[in-house]
């Protein structure tokens, strides 16, 4: 199909649109934007800068994608946005481009970020990832595949959410979060491991079994972090997908693994 731009949308000649995209009323496309197949702009939204938007990808009134860093350390260039496919962007979400020139903020696929949600720069977000409203990643944030973050959560600059983790609603996070998870609370803490979403993910009981298991060593035997791990390099386990994950995760954590309650 042929794409349906309003005749007040603003679309700059240097920008390429997919086939059957939509564009609404008074939105803006602009910079060398790239707009992937059968993906919807609705009125009022704006897709600007060096983006790479994929396709069916719907951005909803108001929201702010590709716009510029708030990194004062900014100097030109050319920075951009790399955006997978099937992503929505809920009304007045901003997504910026990174900070350096020639570097990029990315976002995979099927993501929903909803509303008042912002991914600064440089962040680089999985897919299977939903933000509730209002919350935030500072820059250089890196989230995992199948993340779930509460309505207002904060995330600090440089921290990494590992994949099924569960934000709390309001979380103030400041430090990286293993795999499988719940953390939660100001500042926030590892609560438990994450068992609802990982059993709608499809784990099997063994796998919940081996996620368990890494939880008490991490954070319930009284054991400082060093011994938490080696324990776990040395378990039986320790060839299984979640424990080289968590391991992997950790060696290479930067802000420090988050606490346990």
Wanted: aromatic share 6%; charged share 20%; with cysteine.
């Amino acid at each position: 199909m042929a794409s349906q731009i309003h005749p007040t949308a603003i679309i700059e000649p240097s920008v390429q649109l997919g086939a059957d995209v939509t564009v609404g009323a008074y939105a803006f496309v602009g910079g060398t934007a790239v707009i992937g197949e059968g993906t919807v702009i609705h009125h009022h939204a704006t897709v600007e800068g060096n983006t790479v938007l994929g396709r069916q990808c719907e951005v909803y009134p108001y929201a702010a994608i590709g716009t510029k860093t708030h990194d004062l350390k900014f100097k030109g260039g050319d920075p951009g946005l790399r955006i997978g496919d099937r992503n929505v962007f809920r009304e007045y979400v901003s997504v910026h481009f990174a900070t350096r020139d020639g570097e990029f903020t990315v976002l995979g696929h099927d993501n929903v970020i909803l509303a008042y949600s912002h991914i600064a720069h440089d962040c680089v977000v999985g897919s299977h990832v939903v933000m509730s409203s209002q919350s935030a990643l500072a820059g250089h944030v890196v989230i995992e595949d199948h993340v779930n973050i509460g309505w207002g959560t904060g995330v600090h600059q440089f921290c990494r959410i590992g994949a099924y983790v569960m934000l709390g609603a309001m979380a103030k996070v400041v430090q990286d979060v293993p795999p499988y998870l719940i953390a939660d609370g100001i500042p926030a803490v590892i609560r438990s491991i994450n068992k609802v979403g990982l059993e709608r993910s499809g784990f099997t009981p063994a796998q919940i079994e081996r996620v368990k298991l890494i939880h008490r060593l991490l954070f319930r035997e009284g054991l400082n972090r060093g011994q938490a791990l080696e324990k776990l390099q040395k378990h039986p386990e320790a060839a299984s997908e979640e424990f080289r994950h968590v391991l992997a995760f950790a060696a290479a954590s930067e802000r420090g693994i988050m606490p346990g309650r």
